[in-house]
């Protein structure tokens, strides 16, 4: 599998940035970029485009930075305008249907984040700074470059980093804002990318960067996932700082080789990162532990465990293994600390296969007597189709059916076992 990673730790994000990063992909980008200058034909009121990809040096290294000039008149170009624009050159460029509409939806994207925040139709937004060309370069620029290396193939794998967004105001044709632009936050609301304020005062995410990562749906990893680096690339946007490096890195290669006579089988598709977190206590009463478990119902784990055992001196002790997504694991170190007292929490992350399923209701008569209850269905994809695995209810709907007929809980979910209708359970996932 193809993988890019997004190492943004130290960068904000800009399209120029990300599209300075991603032409260094592609073996022959002065393509993409003479491409990119006939938007010319494409977008009435542009009298000057120059592109030119450059390598300059930054910290000592040399890095990757797009330098654009242009002299246009924006002044009454609408969000439709734009969308022409896009389409006629995706059309008339060869770009390939997912191409199509990743780039669609990147614009989607701005022109909506702007009409949400102005409380306008998106089609009648004026879009004042996105209406620029260069709003076009960045989203084909990086629409053209992932296309030319299968970039949205089912086998290519995006991954980032978390992201910081800067702080302090900026100023735009609304006046003075605060920082993130309310474009931004509103791209961002509608996003799984993780973000953070500062480290410095300034505007480290534009509306455009922001779309352009969103709607690449990059699974967030804290570090470098497990891969074969091929190349690393580093660039740069238009703004220096003094204590910020602004440089982006681009790690590209390949991972999920370690057996890759298993890439074909479907389960290959449902592994996934997870964290299991583990301490030792030997010191606390079975009270703290039970409130304990209690209380993490409310966090984001997966699983929790106690298991028994005995440490050094004979004294009966507690494992407590909690199963959660990598992203919330020192979240929930910090609690099992304050929580329990330990002196330190173990940790390590592995991959899993999490089996589909998917929720469904059905109504059940106990005792002349109708309830509903909710029941879990895990299934698998095969050659066959989708193959029923397990079809549990749920023990809160078990127990509250046991409360109200007087009858046992275990011999209720024997009842409701016996009357599952799975024919029609079946048929339904098969739809």
């Known amino acids: 599998m193809r993988i890019i990673y997004f190492d943004l730790i130290n960068s904000g994000i800009s399209g120029d940035m990300l599209l300075a990063s991603l032409l260094d992909l592609v073996p022959a980008s002065h393509e993409i970029i003479e491409k990119l200058l006939e938007l010319k034909e494409y977008l009435p009121g542009i009298s000057q485009l120059n592109i030119e990809l450059k390598k300059i040096l930054n910290s000592g290294i040399q890095i990757n930075k797009l330098k654009i000039d242009i002299k246009e008149n924006k002044n009454h170009r609408s969000a439709q305008k734009l969308k022409d624009s896009l389409n006629k050159f995706l059309t008339e460029k060869i770009f390939s249907k997912p191409a199509k509409i990743y780039a669609n939806e990147v614009l989607t994207s701005l022109i909506q984040a702007e009409a949400e925040v102005h409380g306008q139709l998106a089609?009648?937004?004026?879009?004042?700074?996105l209406s620029s060309v260069d709003t076009l370069i960045d989203i084909l620029g990086v629409t053209a470059a992932l296309d030319t290396v299968n970039g949205f193939d089912k086998n290519f794998k995006v991954y980032c980093?978390?992201?910081?967004?800067?702080?302090?105001?900026?100023?735009?044709?609304?006046?003075?804002?605060?920082?993130?632009?309310?474009?931004?936050?509103?791209?961002l609301e509608k996003s799984n990318l993780v973000t953070f304020g500062g480290p410095i005062e300034s505007e480290l995410v534009t509306p455009t960067g922001a779309a352009l990562l969103k709607n690449l749906n990059p699974t967030f990893l804290e570090f470098l996932p497990e891969m074969v680096i091929r190349k690393t690339i580093f660039s740069t946007g238009q703004k220096k700082f003094e204590n910020f490096a602004n440089i982006l890195r681009l790690f590209s290669g390949e991972g999920n080789i370690v057996n890759s006579d298993d890439s074909g089988h479907p389960l290959a598709n449902l592994v996934e990162k997870v964290s299991i977190l583990e301490t030792d206590v030997d010191d606390i009463s079975?009270?703290?532990?039970?409130?304990?478990?209690?209380?993490?119902?409310?966090?984001?784990?997966?699983?929790?465990?106690?298991?028994?055992?005995?440490?050094?001196?004979?004294?009966?002790?507690?494992?407590?293994r909690i199963l959660c997504k990598p992203r919330?694991?020192?979240?929930?170190?910090?609690?099992?600390?304050?929580?329990?007292?330990?002196?330190?929490?173990?940790?390590?992350?592995?991959?899993?296969?999490?089996?589909?399923r998917t929720f469904e209701k059905q109504t059940i008569e106990i005792n002349e007597k109708k309830y509903e209850i909710n029941l879990k269905i895990s299934y698998v994809e095969s050659v066959n189709g989708k193959e029923v695995v397990n079809i549990k209810p749920e023990y809160e709907d078990i127990k509250r059916i046991s409360i109200d007929s007087g009858i046992p809980v275990r011999k209720v979910?024997?009842?409701?076992?016996?009357?599952?209708?799975?024919?029609?359970?079946?048929?339904?996932?098969?739809?």
């Open 328 to 356: 919330y694991k020192f979240e929930l170190i910090e609690r099992i600390i304050h929580e329990l007292g330990t002196l330190g929490v173990r940790y390590h992350n592995i991959n899993r296969v999490c089996i589909l």
């Open 123 to 129: 089609k009648s937004i004026h879009l004042h700074e």
């Open 286 to 320: 079975g009270e703290i532990i039970g409130n304990f478990i209690n209380e993490l119902k409310n966090e984001n784990i997966l699983n929790v465990q106690v298991i028994p055992g005995l440490t050094k001196k004979n004294r009966p002790s507690h494992t407590i």
């Open 413 to 431: 979910q024997l009842i409701i076992q016996s009357n599952l209708k799975y024919n029609d359970l079946r048929n339904s996932n098969d739809d």
């Open 161 to 187: 980093s978390k992201i910081p967004l800067g702080g302090g105001k900026i100023k735009t044709a609304h006046g003075l804002l605060s920082i993130p632009a309310p474009a931004t936050l509103k791209i």
